[in-house]
């Protein structure tokens, strides 16, 4: 499925129900897949393995095959990107091997008596107040400023969600 080459997807699909292994292997694999691989360039797969997952729970085989032969089809010729989880390690290996500071007080929870006192919550610019639900106001801890986690590629819909961050930087 990673490769983009649905023949082959379906070939090694075939080869593990014919060995017998377990569908609801084979469906957290795709599920996985959809994640891992294809990620924001196109959001609809983690719904499409996730439902087949279901589906083939429900089914049960042999139908079941052609539930996951459909969500390993679809998983396969999606355009696909690893942004989210190249994020996401980024993101643990600076949580885990440094000071990432603390979460800046205007963000802090201010529903509790006295949070006004200790900073909490003051100067918080709600963004559905703003144009584009968005206003430009640090969310990132000071020792973290500057850092970039998450860089849409250019496939599929992370290219929409890429053109969307420049546009909101550039107001």
């Known amino acids: 499925m990673r490769g983009s080459d649905p023949d082959a997807a379906i070939h090694y699909l075939a080869k593990m129900i014919y060995a017998g292994e377990d569908p609801m292997f084979i469906a957290r694999r795709i599920i996985i897949c959809a994640s891992e691989d294809v990620g924001n360039a196109d959001p609809m797969a983690i719904t499409v393995a996730m439902n087949a997952a279901e589906a083939v729970k429900m089914i049960g085989m042999p139908e079941g095959r052609i539930i996951l032969a459909q969500a390993a089809i679809y998983v396969a010729t999606a355009p696909k ?91």
Not at 105 to 123: C, P, S, T, V
Request: glycine content about 6%; overall charge negative; cysteine-free.
């Open 81 to 171: 990107s690893n942004a989210s989880y190249l994020a996401i390690d980024r993101a643990l290996e600076d949580v885990e091997s440094k000071n990432t500071g603390l979460v800046p007080y205007h963000l802090r929870n201010a529903a509790f008596k006295d949070a006004e006192k200790h900073g909490y919550g003051i100067g918080y610019k709600y963004p559905h107040n703003f144009e584009q639900n968005y206003v430009e106001q640090q969310y990132m801890p000071d020792d973290l400023l500057g850092i970039t986690y998450y860089s849409p590629s250019d496939n599929g819909y992370e290219k929409d969600i890429k053109k969307h961050l420049a546009n909101l930087k550039n107001k």
